[in-house]
C-alpha cells in the first residue's frame, strides 16, 4: 500500500472547503453582525457614571443534520455570567439558516433580510426583550 501523505490530503480538502464557501461565508457574517448590533444597542447610553461591559458572540458549536451551530452568547465581563440567547445553524449552501430560540421548534430563514428578521420577530416578545434589559441591567457598575 502506498503511503497517505494525510498534511497534504488535509490541506487539498480545507483548501476546497474554503473555495465553496461563499454563501456559507454571507451567512456566518451576517450572523456576527446581528451579535455586534446586540451588543452595540445593549451597552448604548449606560447610566451616568457607569458604564455597561456586555459582549455578544457567536460561538461555534456542534456539526448536525441541519449544519453547523452557531450560539449566541452574552456575557458580562466583570461577573462569571455567559448565557445563550438562540441558536442559528447554518448548512454548507447557506439557505436556509434554521434559528432554536426556545428549544422548541426550529425556525427557517433563507437570506440576510429574513435572518434579521426572525431575529427581531424573537427580540418582540416581551419575555425576550425583558430577559435583554435585565442583562443589561446585569452588566451595568
Known amino acids: 500500500m502506498a503511503r497517505v501523505n494525510f498534511d497534504a490530503q488535509l490541506q487539498a480538502v480545507l483548501q476546497q472547503a474554503g473555495q465553496a ?16 448590533s446586540l451588543q452595540r444597542n445593549l451597552t448604548a ?6 458604564k455597561i461591559e456586555l459582549t455578544v458572540t ?4 456542534h ?7 452557531f450560539n449566541v452568547m452574552c456575557s458580562i465581563a466583570w461577573r462569571p455570567f455567559q448565557s445563550p440567547l438562540f ?11 434554521h434559528f432554536d430560540f426556545y428549544g422548541e421548534q426550529m425556525v427557517a430563514a433563507n437570506g440576510d433580510d429574513e ?3 426572525r431575529v427581531l420577530d ?8 425583558n430577559r435583554l434589559l435585565t442583562l443589561r441591567q446585569m452588566a451595568a457598575h
Open 63 to 69: 456539526s448536525l443534520n441541519l449544519g453547523q451551530q
Open 45 to 50: 447610553a449606560p447610566p451616568n457614571g457607569q
Open 122 to 129: 424573537f427580540i418582540r416578545q416581551p419575555d425576550v426583550a
Open 87 to 97: 441558536r442559528a445553524y447554518i448548512p454548507p449552501s447557506g439557505d436556509p439558516v
Open 58 to 61: 457567536v460561538e461555534p458549536g
Open 115 to 117: 435572518m434579521q428578521e
Open 21 to 36: 464557501s461563499g454563501p456559507y461565508d454571507a451567512r456566518l457574517k451576517t450572523l456576527r453582525d446581528i451579535a455586534q
